[in-house]
């Protein structure tokens, strides 16, 4: 070992205000000879920064060397695990992470620490009528501190002539009351009366006029949290100009803010995981999941199709490592007027052993299933649990490595965060518009769609009229940070788009189009494909 080495250690030390026992020192330097380069200067930081926390209730500065040796034995254990999950025969089993929506973690933003903390108490299904406020209060919150941080609307540290230039404020609707002049407003749009809409914040509530409004990219329907500017007529309406949606937000700035909370479900990972994971993932060239909705068990042409599609993927080199299957998996919803439950159960031991009959699919790819909008279950309201049990034993009998998950479902490859949703809100949302939406930027639904999900920050922003949603699991339909990758499961023409670098597909549908999606993670590419 250098003497520049053994000098950087001690003076690093020094910096911290502590000072090293040769046979300390002698540990430190063993564990370090195991670098080289810039990773030598990483480990003797990492090193010392766990020996602080070693030795934060010890008064003394002198380090000795038994703390220096549990530090030494606990950093190699982990590098130990790692390297193991990172071996190619394991990678397999912890490259995909499955989390369930009920499983998601709920986060409360507090307006007056300016911080998140955690909901630690219980999260009944049926809550009570202050969960219904909660559920607009947080998601108001959520994109109301989103916008606080945002240059345009934040208010100028300094008063100056030039201060209100180019500064958009926003006023509390509470405020409006006598006031004129142009203001800017954030609040939901609701229906307080037939036929007039309001727009309320956390403070009051004001109606609003939106008949001369511009209006930006996306689908203006009641519930959506807008950003409006406007003045107050003298008949107590609200004016509204121009009208949008709170702006996005950088994902890596919505992470620093969240400071090291698990807002996706999949755990959380230190500085060097994540650096580790990112290497291991732009390896992954070969991973690709294939992904398909609308897989009508009792339809036989369908069946046709989707033996065709594995048959394809048998014979080709690298298997796909994830198969998506969403429902609805009958062509006939799974209503009250539904009654051949037992025969939809035999249909799955069908896919089952249609699956089987391909071993090296069966052998290296995962199948992941998640249940439409008309699927059995307790109700249409989201999130929906997983399938049954009762339809899916004799599958899982065939195929012991399925996973059935929730509506929506987030995965984690790797550290790429990637959501999947079926339901038709294409169609809803344009059902539910209060006015045609914007032409200027595009005049495709899709993006306006996408456009509308991610800048509310959430996957269903219908009115709870029109998709009902549990109301202390709303939080499992959020897009906050936004994912990197958003897949939707709907009916409409299967389309692709990258919207500010969150990459936003939709499979179509599989038993009508004969269309599904192979998707790259690694690369982030999507190819639209079709039978």
Not at 24 to 32: N, P, Q, T, Y
Not at 135 to 158: E, G, H, I, M
Not at 463 to 478: A, F, M, R, S
Not at 492 to 499: E, N, T
Request: hydrophobic share 40%.
């Amino acid at each position: 070992m250098s003497a520049s080495t053994r000098k950087k250690v001690q003076r690093k030390c020094k910096i911290r205000g502590r000072v090293l026992k040769v046979e300390a020192l002698d540990e430190i330097l063993s564990f370090v000879s195991r670098f080289e380069g810039p990773d030598e200067d990483e480990a003797i930081d990492l090193l010392l920064d766990e020996l602080e926390l070693e030795l934060e209730s010890q008064k003394s500065t002198i380090i000795e060397k038994e703390p220096v040796h549990r530090v030494v034995s606990r950093l190699l254990q982990a590098d130990a695990a790692v390297e193991e999950s990172s071996d190619p025969c394991s990678a397999g089993g912890s490259a995909i992470r499955v989390v369930d929506a009920f499983l998601v973690p709920k986060f409360r933003y507090d307006p007056i620490r300016k911080q998140f903390y955690e909901h630690t108490g219980s999260l009944p299904i049926h809550g009570d009528a202050s969960a219904k406020a909660a559920l607009y209060r947080d998601r108001f919150l959520l994109l109301f501190q989103r916008l606080s941080r945002d240059q345009n609307f934040s208010k100028p540290a300094f008063e100056s002539e030039f201060s209100h230039f180019g500064s958009c404020e926003i006023s509390p609707i509470q405020s409006l009351v006598g006031q004129t002049g142009r203001k800017w407003v954030m609040g939901v749009i609701s229906q307080l009366e037939d036929g007039h809409f309001y727009l309320e914040d956390l403070t009051a509530s004001v109606e609003i006029n939106l008949s001369n409004a511009k209006i930006t990219t996306g689908f203006f329907s009641e519930n959506t949290i807008v950003v409006a500017e406007g003045e107050m007529l003298a008949s107590g309406i609200f004016q509204v100009l121009t009208c949008g949606f709170p702006p996005l937000e950088d994902r890596d700035k919505s992470l620093r803010q969240i400071a090291g909370h698990d807002f996706f479900g999949s755990g959380t990972l230190t500085k060097e995981e994540t650096i580790r994971l990112a290497d291991m993932e732009k390896k992954a060239v070969n991973d690709m999941f294939v992904i398909l909705s609308d897989i009508w068990l009792d339809n036989e042409e369908a069946m046709g199709k989707l033996e065709t599609v594995l048959d394809g993927f048998e014979s080709v080199e690298v298997v796909p490592s994830l198969f998506v299957f969403m429902g609805n998996f009958s062509s006939h919803p799974c209503n009250l007027a539904f009654h051949a439950y037992s025969t939809l159960r035999s249909q799955f031991g069908k896919l089952g052993q249609l699956i089987a009959a391909h071993p090296r699919l069966t052998e290296h790819s995962k199948f992941l299933f998640i249940p439409g909008p008309d699927d059995a279950g307790p109700s249409t309201v989201l999130p929906r649990r997983a399938l049954p049990k009762y339809l899916t034993e004799e599958l899982q009998n065939h195929i012991p490595n399925a996973i059935f998950s929730s509506n929506p479902c987030r995965v984690k490859f790797y550290t790429q965060e990637i959501v999947f949703f079926r339901q038709d809100m294409l169609y809803r949302m344009r059902r539910s518009c209060l006015m045609p939406p914007s032409m200027e930027e595009t005049d495709d639904p899709f993006q306006h769609l996408v456009a509308t999900m991610t800048h509310q920050s959430h996957l269903c922003p219908l009115p709870l009229t029109v998709q009902p949603i549990i109301w202390n699991y709303d939080h499992c339909l959020y897009l906050y940070p936004t994912p990197h990758t958003i897949v939707l499961g709907d009916r409409s023409q299967q389309k692709a788009f990258k919207y500010t670098g969150i990459t936003c597909f939709n499979t179509g549908s599989f038993s009508i189009d004969s269309t599904f999606v192979a998707y790259r993670p690694c690369s982030q590419e999507v190819e639209l494909s079709a039978l």
